[in-house]
């Protein structure tokens, strides 16, 4: 979400690429939606920009847990808006740096940001910027991999580059896994807290999901590492704008 005009070129393509994975995991997306539908209770319909929204899988996962409410999917890669079209009603493009997104300043009740900082160059700038969108006390529910997954940890020990981390945007070098997706920065679960909190917002709930990359034998694992997310693969944190 870094303006496609600050971006270097290969960088910039990389995004482009419809090669590259823009989906994350379901169990993921029903988790921070139910988490987010907590959040808003009943009532009047909100305005929930989801962020980041890649090809709008995650938001259309999301929306029956959301009804009435108004999802806009906001994206800078025209070629992630197309796919996105075909899930979502509303799918504009939209930057965090640069002009900003297309937003007035308080009008939304809600952002779905979904594996989204990992990518950004300039992840201060995006929260600036949301916290300028959101209304106060607005809910940011934001997710991103967990640098210190309880995997990790058994990794780094065995000097084996850390799952989520890549050193290379042309392939994957010295850590498991295939896809080349184009992480830049990662949180642990103390850093994501600091780091939101200092933005501005007050972090209301912090928990954990599993990975649907993590192999079939060890899935059962992953699950018993969401009830305590500072070992957890995803980190799923709600915050509210002070």
């Not at 988790?31 to 090809?55: H, P, V, W, Y």
């Not at 079209?85 to 900003?100: K, M, N, Q, V």
Request: glycine residues 10%; positive net charge; contains cysteine.
């Amino acid at each position: 979400m870094t303006s496609a005009a600050q971006l270097p070129k290969d960088l910039r393509d990389f995004y482009e690429d419809p090669a590259v994975p823009v989906a994350s995991g379901t169990p993921r997306s029903l988790r921070q939606a139910r988490m987010l539908a907590s959040a808003l209770g009943t009532g009047r319909a909100r305005t929930i920009l989801d962020i980041g929204c890649g090809d709008g899988t995650a938001a259309a996962t999301a929306a029956p847990l959301l009804p009435g409410h108004r999802i806009v999917g906001v994206d800078w890669s025209q070629d992630a808006l197309k796919r996105a079209r075909a899930h979502l009603t509303y799918a504009i493009r939209g930057e965090l740096s640069g002009s900003g997104l297309p937003f007035g300043t308080g009008s939304a009740d809600a952002v779905l940001f979904s594996e989204v900082i990992e990518h950004l160059v300039d992840p201060d700038a995006a929260l600036d910027e949301i916290r300028r969108v959101l209304r106060p006390g607005g809910h940011l529910m934001l997710s991103t991999p967990n640098l210190a997954a309880w995997y990790n940890r058994a990794l780094l020990l065995a000097g084996v580059q850390p799952v989520f981390s890549e050193v290379s945007l042309r392939g994957i070098h010295g850590r498991p896994g295939k896809e080349v997706v184009g992480h830049l920065r990662l949180y642990t679960a103390r850093a994501l807290r600091e780091f939101v909190g200092a933005a501005g917002f007050e972090v209301v709930r912090l928990e954990g999901a599993p990975f649907h990359g993590v192999p079939r034998p060890l899935r059962p694992l992953d699950r018993l590492a969401c009830a305590r997310p500072s070992l957890a693969s995803i980190l799923l944190l709600h915050a509210r704008k002070t």
